[in-house]
């Protein structure tokens, strides 16, 4: 664990892992109602196996010391920690590694609803991803500042599929994937609701996200791919009187 400090003075620890070579630019892990335990160091320790400077800031400090909680406790500690707060925390981790070149931000559950909002009240942020945050389906409308990514479990009540519809329909510069029969924490091994097939789909998609954005360029995307608003398009030229346009071809 290091020690860091945030804008309003807050000090807090944060689970960090180095590369055992030179950086290809930094993931900021954000925990689940389970605090930063095993199962989120394991993540940390994941991306930093793959060339990236990692980090989890335990952002439940400002209310409870322990590094992990059950998710019962976590979910009454989630609602004493502000959000603004909270991002505050996420701002300190993401300056500490900064450095490292760029920096994505990876959330799991209350974490993925951070991480959904660093993307628009942060600095210094490549890309985001969240897993299974609740509470985004329901009508969230300011555009992304920064590329976006999410995976939602189909079978979660706090992300019906009706709801993820119309939340795709409602931002479609978000990159939204839902997974069949999926439940909240399907990404995590120790967890009852883990899914192999789903972790397995979720991890490339979020590896992909993260190699575009952070170590390269933005990838060229077609306008229903979910993250067309990225990228820049000239106005067409007007064509001559009989030229035939008969617009893009029909699935």
């Not at 976590?74 to 300190?92: E, Y």
């Amino acid at each position: 664990m290091i020690e860091l400090t945030s804008g309003d003075g807050h000090s807090f620890s944060a689970y960090r892992a180095d590369p055992s070579e030179a950086p290809k630019g930094a993931v900021v892990v954000l925990q689940d109602f389970s605090g930063v335990g095993a199962h989120i160091q394991k993540e940390v320790d994941a991306f930093a196996a793959r060339g990236y400077v990692a980090i989890a800031p335990l952002l439940f400090q400002r209310e409870h010391k322990q590094e992990s909680v059950s998710e019962k406790e976590g979910v009454d500690i989630a609602k004493a920690v502000t959000v603004d707060s909270a991002l505050l925390d996420v701002q300190a981790a993401i300056d500490s590694v900064k450095s490292a070149g760029k920096v994505a931000v990876v959330g799991y559950s209350w974490g993925g609803y951070l991480a959904y909002q660093s993307a628009n009240h942060l600095k210094d942020i490549a890309c985001t991803i969240a897993y299974y945050a609740a509470g985004l389906t329901e009508g969230r409308t300011d555009k992304r500042r920064v590329p976006t990514l999410l995976h939602f479990p189909e079978d979660d009540p706090s992300t019906p599929l009706d709801g993820i519809v119309a939340f795709r329909a409602l931002r479609p510069d978000v990159s939204a994937f839902s997974y069949p029969k999926a439940k909240n924490g399907f990404n995590f091994e120790t967890a009852e609701t883990f899914d192999a097939t789903a972790a397995e789909q979720a991890k490339e998609r979020t590896l992909f996200w993260i190699s575009q954005f952070v170590e390269g360029q933005p990838p060229v995307t077609l306008k229903n791919s979910g993250a067309y608003a990225q990228a820049k398009t000239e106005k067409k030229k007007k064509k001559a009187s009989g030229d035939d346009d008969m617009g893009p071809p029909m699935d």
